[in-house]
């Protein structure tokens, strides 16, 4: 947890959420298993409900988000289950650890930039970090980062070592697939941009979500297990959503790019690692529409502060050993 004294964070972020959707569905773990080889939610990643869902819903799990974690294929079996036994869509455990991974490279990045480059104080980071749509569904994993952020203001550490995640580990060991159009973010107008029809995870006061909370279990009960609960609003927001976004033409430069790293991996299969880390490192920090890198030096400088980091990291626990 984080030291508010230590961390000098004023207040812990809000906790107005909408609670996550109730069961509507029974599912055992071999028919999810079954779906997840044939009907998989193909825009799972891209959809920003979703993800709101399955952070929520990973909040209890610590063993499977904490640092260095790393957890057995069943529990994100299970945990796909779950997401279907309350949203109806199938999440394969790919997607479920991409949405996991992201999260926390974007997390970092986005610390990593207030800090470096904007020069941020811990209060003024707090309040920017708020303004991440993810954020409060994921802010537990920031509460794990204390010496993560000291390490990246040069500060001294008082606290007890904190375990880091080795992203090199969990992103680019088969986690994901060189998929450019997988990747490529679906350009909305500006005027859809806000339309509350895009978040079935809403905001309200945080006075009323006790109350909420008390809605849902009778929601609960009310509507035992059919698709006639109120979170069956959320496969018809997510199904209007979705048929509006599939309307958008992908850049074909998009896959020329996906077809250029192929052919690089071919062509040089002993670089392979070091080709899927700067690919991916190079477009999580581009899709983070909060950070503004005025050139490539501004880019490349911050994702070589990254890596210094890690490797002194590294350094020191070889020094430990």
Known sequence: MLNIKQEGVVADAPRAL????PFIHH?????????????????????????KVVLDLLKDRKAMWAPAAKPSEDKWQKLGAEVFSRTGKVVSVTQLRRMLVSSKHVLKTKMSHC?????????????????????????????TLGQFEANLRGEQWTGEDQPADDDDDIIYDGIFEVEMVDRTREAQPAENQGNQEEYHVEEVPYAQEEQVYENQQQNQQTYPM????????????????????RSTTVDSTAEQIGEEIDRLIQLYPQREMLIRQAFFKTIFALEDETVEFSNLGDLFEDLAEQENFKRRRRSRAQRLE
């Open 18 to 21: 909408t609670p996550i959707p």
């Open 27 to 51: 599912v055992s773990m071999e028919e999810y298993m079954g779906m997840e080889l044939n009907s998989v939610y193909e825009e799972a990643t891209k959809d920003s409900a979703l993800k």
């Open 115 to 143: 800090i470096k480059v904007k020069k941020m104080d811990r209060v003024s980071t707090e309040a920017y970090l708020q303004n991440w749509e993810f954020y409060r569904h994921f802010r537990y994993y920031r509460e």
């Open 226 to 245: 059919h698709g006639g609960s109120p979170s069956s609003d959320y496969s018809t927001i997510s199904a209007h959503s979705l048929k509006r976004r």
